[in-house]
């Protein structure tokens, strides 16, 4: 069974930081997501990455895949505290496989 | 923008009672999924749904469990009698074909005690 790793599983910043947040995956897969939950509510869609070397940008959030490598990246420019939540990467294949969440504090 | 709604938002149950959570997919999607998060934990696939029977379901999807679509609307995941250990959020998720994004609802916060 497909495998979706993520690390760190916990997170704590301060505001104005950069970090990384990492997602491997164990079999191949061209399709890559990353979703956002805060805590008690729902899976919000932040990326879709649907190839090779495909990176997306919104606001202080950038992801990106290395197919070939099996690994997606979250990377996260001067972090403010609205970001904290956990994030979760999820790897379809006919149906999604999730990581098992990095829970992200973003200290003012 | 079309949403995937479930129904109820929360509710609390007796063990061994028979629970039915409903979701109303986006209109025209085909592809239904059931997925659910123990407190704390990560989501986990049960099962998915198209072309009126199920296509795929994992092994946390057991005989206690069946889903349904009683209608052209409705999507029911049954419990047939729940445990503790089935207390977790319950997402209800669609797709259309030949589409690469999955909706996720809202989601059921079911609690057996």
């Known amino acids: 069974e497909l495998k979706v790793e993520q690390n760190p599983l916990f997170l704590s910043m301060q505001e104005g930081k950069n970090y990384t947040i990492y997602c491997n995956y164990s079999?191949?897969?061209?399709?890559l997501y990353w979703y956002r939950q805060d805590p008690g509510k729902s899976l919000e869609s932040l990326f879709v990455?649907?190839?090779?070397?495909a990176v997306k940008q919104e606001g202080r959030l950038m992801a990106s895949l290395d197919t070939k490598a099996r690994l997606s990246t979250l990377h996260i420019t001067a972090a403010v505290h609205d970001l904290s939540a956990t994030y979760f990467c999820a790897v379809d294949r006919d149906k999604f496989y999730f990581g098992s969440g990095t829970k992200l504090n973003v200290k003012p | 923008e079309p949403e995937v709604t479930q129904t109820p938002s929360h509710q609390v149950t007796q063990m061994g009672q028979e629970v039915i959570l409903r979701c109303v997919p986006i209109?025209?999607?085909?592809?239904f999924y059931w997925y659910r998060q123990i407190l704390g934990q990560k989501v986990e696939f049960l099962v998915s749904f198209y072309n009126n029977e199920i296509s795929e379901k994992s092994e946390i999807f057991d005989d206690q469990f069946s889903v349904e679509r009683p209608d052209g609307s409705n999507f029911t995941l049954k419990i047939r009698s729940t445990k503790l250990e089935d207390s977790a959020m319950y997402f209800c998720a669609s797709r259309l074909q030949g589409s690469n994004t999955i909706y996720f609802g809202e989601g059921s916060w079911l609690t057996v005690v």
């Open positions: 209109s025209n999607h085909l592809y």
């Open positions: 079999t191949t897969s061209d399709r």
């Open positions: 990455l649907l190839s090779n070397g």
